[in-house]
């Protein structure tokens, strides 16, 4: 029992430590909203990135056709959905469709690049009516390969899974 407790007590101290040295992921300056916009919702994403083998003048590369991912709020309960567009559309109908006005690689080298997206046309009324910025933050995945775009398989569609934060930004 006294070893259990031991155990234990030194786990704790070590996730502590490890907490302490950590860093947490620094936001670089070029994705950071405009500073008359406040944090509206905080969401995570969790789904695919689209890509399909294009021939350009014999040169074959992973172009990326669309994002299809599910977003869910802090608890985890469902939120809508992010789709081509790049758009998000909430559950209660509102959507927000964007273009990209700054891009960092992600820290993780696998992962798709974080990004600042500029709403540029609002659909429905809901919760996303305000949204005029959003911040694409921690992915993990989604990363287009780097082989088996060719000849033999041209026009041929991957789905690569990736995860991400999105943050959305409104008017102070």
Not at 4 to 13: F, K
Not at 29 to 49: C, I, Y
Not at 57 to 69: E, I, R, S
Not at 146 to 166: Q, S
Request: charged share 20%.
């Amino acid at each position: 029992m006294i070893n259990q407790i031991r155990t234990i007590a030194i786990a704790a101290l070590f996730a502590a430590a490890v907490a302490v040295v950590i860093p947490a992921q620094e936001i670089p300056q070029q994705l950071q909203p405009p500073p008359n916009e406040k944090l509206l919702l905080d969401l995570h994403a969790k789904g695919d990135q689209i890509y399909t083998c294009k021939n350009d003048n014999n040169q074959f590369a992973w172009t990326l056709k669309a994002p299809d991912a599910q977003l869910f709020d802090k608890d985890e309960k469902p939120f809508g959905k992010h789709f081509a567009g790049p758009s998000w559309q909430a559950n209660d109908g509102s959507k927000v469709t964007g273009k990209a006005a700054a891009n960092v690689p992600s820290p993780e080298p696998d992962s798709i690049a974080w990004l600042l997206v500029k709403v540029v046309s609002h659909e429905g009324k809901g919760v996303l009516d305000s949204v005029t910025t959003i911040q694409r933050l921690n992915t993990k995945g989604g990363k287009a390969a780097v082989t088996g775009c060719d000849a033999a398989n041209a026009d041929k569609e991957i789905r690569v899974p990736y995860t991400a934060n999105y943050k959305f930004y409104a008017p102070k």
